[in-house]
C-alpha cells in the first residue's frame, strides 16, 4: 500500500511591512522593581521549591487527591514584594502574575491558594498609602510540560514571572 504524503509550502512576502509590530521587552533581575501598576512597584522577594513532605501537605490541605494523577509535580513558592509609592490606598490585582520558563507559563495555583490562604497572598492584595508589603504565591509545575531528561533538572532551570506580554512583556527574574 503506498502512503501519498502531500505538502504546501508557503510564500512570505518579506517586502510587506510586519503587520504587528515587534515587542518590547522590560525585565529587572532579583531584587529589582518594575512598575506593576499605576503607583505600584513590584520585585520578586525569593523563591523556594517544596520538598515532597511538604507539597504532600499542602495538597491534603487543599483537598486535592494526587492519587489519581498520573505525573509529577512540583510546586514553586514565589514571594514578590509590593509597594505602593501614592497617597492613596490601591487594590492589586495579582491573577495575572504568571512564572513562565522557556516554552511554558502557568498561572498562580487558585486550588492551592484559596485553601491555604494564611500562607499565601490573595488574589486582589490591599495597600495602604505608602505601604510595602512581601507576599508569597504557589505555582504549580506539571512533568507532563517537560522531557524527561529536563524534568530531572527542574530546580535548576531559569524561572521568571511577567504580568505583561504584548506590545510591551514585562519580566521579573527569579
Not at 504546501?8 to 532579583?30: F, T
Not at 513532605?53 to 487527591?65: A, L, Q, T
Not at 489519581?68 to 509597594?83: A, G, M, R, W
Not at 504565591?137 to 530546580?155: A, G, L, Q, R, V
Request: hydrophobic share 35%; charged share 30%.
Amino acid at each position: 500500500m503506498e502512503k501519498i504524503i502531500q505538502s504546501k509550502c508557503l510564500k512570505i512576502d518579506k517586502s510587506e511591512p510586519q503587520k504587528y509590530p515587534a515587542r518590547n521587552v522590560e525585565a529587572a533581575e532579583n531584587g529589582e522593581t518594575l512598575e506593576l501598576q499605576a503607583g505600584v512597584k513590584i520585585s520578586v522577594d525569593g523563591e523556594k521549591w517544596l520538598s515532597a513532605e511538604e507539597r504532600v501537605e499542602i495538597y491534603e490541605n487543599s483537598g486535592i487527591d494526587t492519587s489519581k494523577v498520573n505525573y509529577d509535580t512540583k510546586i514553586i513558592e514565589v514571594s514578590v514584594c509590593l509597594k505602593n509609592t501614592t497617597e492613596e490606598e490601591k487594590e492589586v490585582p495579582i491573577t495575572y502574575l504568571s512564572l513562565e520558563t522557556t516554552g511554558v507559563g502557568t498561572a498562580i495555583s487558585q486550588d492551592l491558594l484559596m485553601e491555604n490562604s494564611e500562607h499565601y497572598g490573595s488574589m486582589v492584595e490591599k495597600l495602604e498609602p505608602g505601604e510595602e508589603k512581601v507576599v508569597m504565591y504557589p505555582y504549580e509545575i506539571c512533568s507532563i510540560w517537560f522531557h524527561k531528561k529536563d524534568w530531572k533538572n527542574i530546580e535548576m532551570r531559569s524561572f521568571w514571572m511577567t504580568f505583561s506580554s504584548y506590545p510591551d512583556k514585562i519580566v521579573l527574574y527569579l
